[in-house]
């Protein structure tokens, strides 16, 4: 079985100031692991994707994530942040072969002027 | 969001109604995906079908719900005889084949269902 656990449901940072938002999964088998983005009324969008090949993965919008196997973790940062950043994000495990995601709770990001 | 479509965006329901949720797919996408976010929980995974065959329906409740992705029309989630429990944002995706690293999984802007 697979789980994800994000922590902190709200996070709020200062313009210009670094964005951590943090992500723990658990998996029997080597995962598969996501960033999704979404913006007040709309769908999904994803930022970044883990798919066993390099470790640190760039994502868009200048994001990105760092799999440590031995933390189980998968944490999203963003150097600086800017006011359009203010949105859900959404943590996201499945494995080779897998067609569902297993999602964590969301965390809400606000960007404080 | 990359042409998935969803309607009504808003559904209104009284308790023992029957809710109806359309979802067209991005146009050439034959895999679609329901799922379902609970007020402050994160989407879980209902049901996935591919043109008029049901693949994986694991996530699905076992009473008042069925889906259905037809050979001509947009996927379609039914509730018969909605309860408050119902109430949640169900969102629909669709990808053009089996997509393990989901880079071509685009989701529709869901549809926010309230049962008085």
């Known amino acids: 079985a697979q789980s994800v656990t994000q922590l902190g449901s709200h996070v709020s940072v200062s313009e210009g100031a670094l964005v951590l938002l943090r992500c723990n999964y658990s998996s029997s088998v080597p995962p598969y692991l996501f960033w999704y983005v979404q913006y007040p009324n709309q769908g999904l969008q994803l930022l970044l994707k883990?798919?066993?090949?390099?470790?640190l993965v760039k994502g868009i919008n200048g994001f990105e994530a760092e799999f440590k196997k031995s933390e189980t973790s998968f944490h999203l940062t963003k150097p600086s942040a800017h006011m359009s950043d203010a949105a859900e994000y959404f943590c996201?495990?499945?494995?080779?072969?897998?067609?569902?995601?297993?999602f964590g709770q969301g965390t809400r990001l606000t960007i404080n002027p | 969001n990359a042409g998935v479509m969803q309607n009504p965006r808003h559904l209104v329901r009284r308790r023992g109604q029957e809710a109806r949720l359309r979802c067209s797919p991005v146009?050439?996408?034959?895999?679609v995906y329901w799922y379902r976010q609970l007020p402050e929980e994160g989407l879980k995974f209902m049901v996935y079908l591919q043109k008029e065959n049901i693949i994986d329906e694991s996530g699905m409740p076992k009473e008042r719900f069925s889906a259905e992705f037809p050979k001509e029309g947009p996927s379609i989630l039914r509730i018969q005889q909605v309860v408050r429990g119902d109430s949640a944002a169900y969102f629909c995706?669709?990808?053009?084949?089996?997509?393990?690293?989901?880079?071509?999984?685009?989701f529709g802007s869901g549809t926010q269902l309230s049962v008085l």
């Open positions: 995706a669709s990808s053009p084949s089996q997509e393990p690293t989901n880079e071509k999984l685009f």
């Open positions: 883990y798919t066993s090949a390099a470790t």
């Open positions: 996201a495990v499945s494995h080779q072969g897998a067609q569902k995601l297993v």
């Open positions: 146009k050439g996408h034959s895999h």
